[in-house]
């Protein structure tokens, strides 16, 4: 629970929260998706990130379908399952789920051309980094540094919005530090809970004024865009996971 809570914490400032009824019915629909409608959406961004023709795009979404099919079976085999599995079991799947991962990587380089095969492997590792961000052994001078580059890059940041949005990012870091500090071991209580939740929300608006008035117009929409591709990014991981 503890471990939950505080990744909750950190990815305040990071991803959007919804804020009235409608968006939570949007929220509520995507978390319902099926595997082939995430496929279905997973397959538009490659499309529309990588250009793909179609040809390409029937190749892709084959070897998607394919992959949700084992992911599915895998699951479906661990809920029938009443033991733990043994440490030789994990090793096993561990080396199963790499085998399987330079498969997909194999077929997608066939499929693709060496630009778009570029473009998907930076992908995959900027994807890989958005969920490891709170598993890594980085400080949090570090992390704020990195998305401090990420920002300025895909924003396109003059130096004067460099050093505003740093210390912002700072700023943020030392509120987690220090909340993080002052719950130590102790489980929340439902009260605890709920108005660390609102406190989340409000220093959330507090961040999104603040960004908003750092940033010009197209900036501001497009981190906006950003933020929403990553919580949908991280709600279909999760979702894959259960």
């Given at each position: 629970?503890?471990?939950?809570?505080?990744?909750?914490?950190?990815?305040?400032?990071?991803?959007s929260f919804a804020q009235d009824v409608n968006q939570k019915s949007t929220r509520d629909q995507r978390e319902k998706l099926t595997p082939e409608q995430r496929n279905e959406k997973h397959l538009q961004k490659l499309t529309s990130d990588l250009s793909l023709d179609k040809k390409q795009q029937e190749q892709v979404k084959q070897l998607l379908a394919e992959r949700s099919a084992k992911a599915e079976k895998f699951k479906d085999s661990r809920k029938d399952s009443k033991t733990k599995p043994t440490d030789a079991e994990r090793e096993a799947f561990k080396k199963q789920m790499k085998a399987e991962k330079e498969a997909t990587d194999a077929k997608m380089k066939a499929i693709l051309n060496?630009?778009?095969?570029?473009?998907?492997?930076?992908?995959?590792?900027?994807?890989?980094?958005?969920?490891?961000?709170?598993?890594?052994?980085?400080t949090p001078q570090e992390r704020d540094q990195a998305h401090l580059q990420k920002l300025t890059t895909d924003l396109n940041l003059s130096a004067a919005q460099q050093k505003q949005v740093g210390e912002l990012l700072s700023d943020r870091s030392t509120k987690m530090a220090m909340l993080k500090k002052s719950r130590g071991d102790a489980k929340p209580t439902d009260a605890e809970k709920k108005a660390m939740k609102k406190q989340m929300e409000e220093d959330h608006k507090a961040y999104d004024v603040k960004m908003?008035?750092?940033l010009n117009a197209d900036q501001y929409k497009k981190w906006t865009a950003i933020q929403k591709e990553h919580k949908d990014k991280m709600k279909d991981h999760r979702k894959d996971k259960m």
């Open positions: 629970m503890k471990k939950l809570f505080i990744a909750a914490l950190l990815f305040v400032g990071i991803v060496a630009d778009q095969y570029t473009k998907w492997t930076a992908l995959k590792k900027e994807h890989k980094g958005d969920h490891k961000g709170h598993g890594d052994h980085k908003k008035s750092i």
